[in-house]
C-alpha cells in the first residue's frame, strides 16, 4: 500500500511533483531534510531540472480507553469488559497497543480508569516513523452495588 509522503511539492520551475512512499519498506529517515529532484532522460544523459528539500515527520498515534466504563461495585479494580484499548493513527497494522485497563481503587465512586503495563508494540522498522503516545486515561465510575432485599417472618410458638 502506497501512502503520501507530502502534499503535492512544488519545485523552484513550477512542476508540481507528488512522491508516494511505501511505508513497509522503512527507507526514508525521519526528522531529516532530504533533496528531491526533478530530472529528465535523453538518451543516456540525465539532467537535473530542479530540486527541493522535504523532510518526513513522525506520524502521531493517539491512544485511548473506549466501550463501557462504568460498573457495579465487585470489590476490585478490574475494567468492565467492554472497556477497550485502542490505537489510532496507525497505517498498514504497523503497531499494536496492550496493558490491563484498571480503576484507580475498588471503591464505589467516579474515578480515573488508566492502562497498568501500557506497552506499544512495531512490525520490524516501523517504531522510527511513529511518535509513542503516552498510556491514555478516562473517568468511569463504580456504582454502589443494591442492597439486597431481606425479608422478616416471625415464628411465634
Known amino acids: 500500500a502506497l501512502t503520501?509522503?507530502?502534499?503535492?511539492?512544488?519545485?523552484?520551475?513550477?512542476t508540481p511533483v507528488t512522491f508516494s512512499y511505501d511505508t513497509t519498506?522503512?527507507?526514508?529517515?525521519?526528522?531529516?531534510?532530504?533533496?528531491?529532484?526533478?530530472?529528465?532522460?535523453?538518451?543516456?544523459?540525465v539532467s537535473v531540472?530542479?530540486?527541493?528539500?522535504?523532510?518526513?515527520?513522525?506520524?502521531?498515534?493517539?491512544?485511548?480507553?473506549?466501550?463501557?466504563?462504568?460498573?457495579?461495585?465487585?470489590?476490585t479494580t478490574t475494567a468492565p469488559k467492554a472497556a477497550a484499548l485502542s490505537l489510532d493513527g496507525v497505517l498498514n497494522n504497523e503497531a499494536s497497543a496492550s496493558g490491563t485497563i484498571e480503576y484507580g481503587s475498588p471503591d464505589a465512586k467516579n474515578q480515573t480508569l488508566s492502562v497498568k503495563n501500557f506497552k506499544v508494540d512495531y512490525v520490524s522498522g516501523a517504531g522510527d516513523y511513529y511518535i509513542?503516545?503516552?498510556a491514555p486515561t478516562k473517568t468511569g465510575t463504580i456504582r454502589k452495588a443494591a442492597?439486597?432485599?431481606?425479608?422478616?417472618?416471625?415464628?411465634m410458638v
Open 132 to 134: 509513542t503516545p503516552e
Open 49 to 75: 531540472k530542479d530540486s527541493t528539500e522535504i523532510s518526513l515527520a513522525k506520524k502521531k498515534l493517539t491512544a485511548s480507553i473506549t466501550g463501557t466504563l462504568d460498573k457495579t461495585y465487585d470489590g
Open 4 to 14: 503520501k509522503l507530502t502534499e503535492p511539492v512544488t519545485v523552484k520551475d513550477g
Open 147 to 155: 442492597a439486597p432485599q431481606t425479608s422478616q417472618k416471625y415464628l
Open 25 to 45: 519498506k522503512k527507507i526514508l529517515p525521519t526528522g531529516e531534510n532530504l533533496r528531491i529532484a526533478v530530472c529528465s532522460v535523453d538518451g543516456d544523459s
